[in-house]
């Protein structure tokens, strides 16, 4: 399959899932707003395990830093929620810059449970934050979500209610938030930084012995995940309009179950965190009235998948068939050609 | 002017001086041979060059200039290029692409120039057919290939090769001293480490004795070859 048939497809996609607003129950698309969110912290997490080597187990700490900042630039800044998603991916990543000083000094297990303290020293911080609710939290303004630029629009547009017209907002923008972050991983990986990235990845020595620089690639991926994560947690803060140090910074809620989604879709690969979250959203459908057997039966799927497939359910597509349509390579040339 | 130069140069780990105050330099276009037993320091020294390791003492210089305090990634650009003596393939690459990593970094070869680039030197190194192949299922002497190959695609002035030979057999051996030979005669200057002496001595014009971090000797390689404290250490005889 050429790029191009694979771009094809991808805008179809895309285009198909912007419909659900129109066509779909308010239920269903904020069942998919959820979604659409978790791949967005997925995407930003294979890039920064899969790619750059980074493995985070605290990318928590800019998804709430996100929905903080949004929540300040609302409350105590007066601005349109929108903006104030836009602000929470600037705070986060230039939150992330100190917090890159001091994890990009500890390697593997180390740099994991390294991001892991700082996510919850970021939790009890903000929980000390006293003008937006302190440790119980706080809520949006009421009618804040509703007034969101662009919300009276698409109210009369599709003839439904304020509260509807905000879920269907927030659903497109965290559709228009996944389908940039997937271009913007493939254009990146495809890139000379990408392939510096991916040598890094492989074998770092040598990659300095060639020119490359490891601590900037990372720096820079680590900046840019920080910012993708934040913007997330901000959109995700409005459509849930409610915030507290322990949703905001749940490790559960923003991290492990996003471990768990690339790492079964097949991590280091681009189509991985799609395929993890299709799974993830179907098991959750399916199990949804069995209450905690739901997670006991996640968890063994996630082991089995770990034990039999390392590179996970898409990994394991490639390696069997051959067939990879998101090629990331560059095939050499042919001579003559 | 000298290519490249050490000047005092000293390492130590722990109490153990892997490094004991070497001073040698290179001409343009030279080709030095580093011989000496296992642990004499020779990869250390190395690693000294390129930037892995920082000197305790002593300084390098490339082109007259002090780079003792710059990292592998700034000697690299400036024409420093390695190969391991471990091959450090980028194993999830393809051969091609491991190249071009080289030549798009090191090489700081732009997109469009790039892929020529690397398809001659992988012509040259005898891989032009496994171009596309992943690094990492290669055998020893693709492996031993591809890090000649990768080290020529950043465009080096200098090119150190630690023990490129070892394992190989006396053919596979005598086409990788041929490619070795062309890359000297194009004027790129080498220090090589080698165990295989007649593979070396074919294509150095000096050789380097090192024993215990100590330079013991360095000149013609019959004249070095035949000194008697050469043949002590080195090849291990009676006195």
């Known amino acids: 399959m050429k790029n191009s048939h694979s771009l094809l497809l991808f805008v179809v996609l895309v285009a198909g899932l912007a419909l659900v607003p129109v066509l779909g129950s308010r239920a269903l698309v904020q069942d998919l707003f959820m979604v659409l969110c978790l791949l967005v912290l997925a995407l930003n ?54 917090v890159a000083f001091f994890a990009f000094r500890l390697n593997g297990a180390y740099f994991a449970i390294g991001t892991w303290a700082v996510a919850d020293i970021a939790r009890l911080g903000f929980g ?16 804040a979500a509703r007034d969101m630029i662009g919300a009276d629009a698409v109210k009369e547009m599709l003839g439904i209610s304020a509260a509807a017209a905000t879920d269907a907002m927030t659903y497109w923008l965290a559709l228009a938030l996944v389908a940039v972050m997937m271009l913007a991983s493939w254009l990146f990986l495809r890139s000379r930084m990408g392939l510096g990235l991916q040598a890094v990845r492989d074998n770092p020595v040598a990659a300095r012995s060639v020119g490359v620089d490891p601590l900037r690639l990372k720096a820079l991926v680590f900046l840019l995940t920080a910012f993708g994560t934040g913007i997330c947690g901000g959109l995700i803060f409005i459509q849930i309009g409610r915030i507290s140090p322990d949703a905001a ?47 006991i039966v996640l968890g063994c799927l996630g082991i089995a998948i770990m034990l039999f497939a390392r590179r996970g359910l898409w990994g394991a597509f490639i390696e069997r068939t051959g067939f990879d349509p998101l090629p990331l390579g560059h095939a050499a040339p042919r001579p003559g050609a | 002017m000298a290519i490249l130069s050490l000047q005092g140069v000293s390492k130590s780990f722990g109490a153990l001086k892997v490094t004991d105050d070497v001073s040698f330099s ?14 004499a320091g020779k990869s250390t020294l190395f690693n000294l060059i390129t930037g892995n390791l920082r000197p305790d003492a002593g300084l390098v210089r490339l082109d007259g200039r002090d780079v003792t305090g710059e990292t592998p990634m700034q000697r690299c650009a400036s024409g420093i290029g390695r190969s391991f003596q471990i091959p450090q393939p980028f194993d999830h690459l393809s051969v091609y692409e491991n190249l071009l990593v080289a030549a798009r970094f ?9 892929p020529a680039a690397c398809m001659d030197v992988l012509a040259r190194t005898g891989l032009a057919h496994l171009a596309d192949r992943k690094a990492g299922g290669l055998p020893l002497l693709n492996r031993k290939r591809l890090e000649l190959a990768r ?48 593979a070396l001595t074919s294509v150095v014009t000096r050789l380097m004795v090192l024993n215990f971090g100590k330079m013991l000797m360095i000149g013609a390689p019959e004249e070095v070859m035949a000194a008697r404290e050469v043949r002590e250490i080195y090849l291990g005889l009676d006195a």
């Open chain 2, 151 to 198: 080290a020529m695609a950043t465009k080096p002035r200098v090119i150190l090769l630690d023990e490129i030979a070892g394992g190989l057999t006396d053919a596979e051996c005598g086409e990788l001293v041929a490619t070795i030979r062309a890359i000297h005669s194009e004027g790129t200057a080498i220090i090589w480490i080698e165990h295989v002496l007649h």
């Open chain 1, 249 to 295: 910074f749940s490790l559960l809620d923003w991290t492990a179950f996003v471990i768990f989604i690339v790492v079964i879709g097949g991590i280091g690969t681009l189509p991985g965190p799609v395929i993890g979250v299709l799974v993830f959203y179907g098991l959750e459908q399916l199990l949804a009235d069995y209450g905690t057997v739901y997670l």
């Open chain 2, 26 to 39: 290179l001409e343009p276009g030279e080709a030095l041979g580093i011989i000496g037993p296992n642990g």
């Open chain 2, 106 to 114: 090191g090489g700081a070869m732009t997109a469009a120039e790039a």
């Open chain 1, 45 to 98: 997490w294979n890039m920064l395990a899969g790619f750059a080597g980074l493995v985070s187990v605290g990318q928590q700490a800019f998804v709430g830093i996100g929905g903080y900042a949004m929540f300040a630039a609302v409350i105590l800044g007066g601005l349109d929620p929108l903006a104030g998603v836009l602000i929470g991916g600037v705070v986060a990543m230039v939150l992330s810059v100190p």
């Open chain 1, 128 to 143: 000390q934050w006293k003008a937006l609710g302190g440790g119980t939290g706080t809520s949006l303004p009421k009618g």
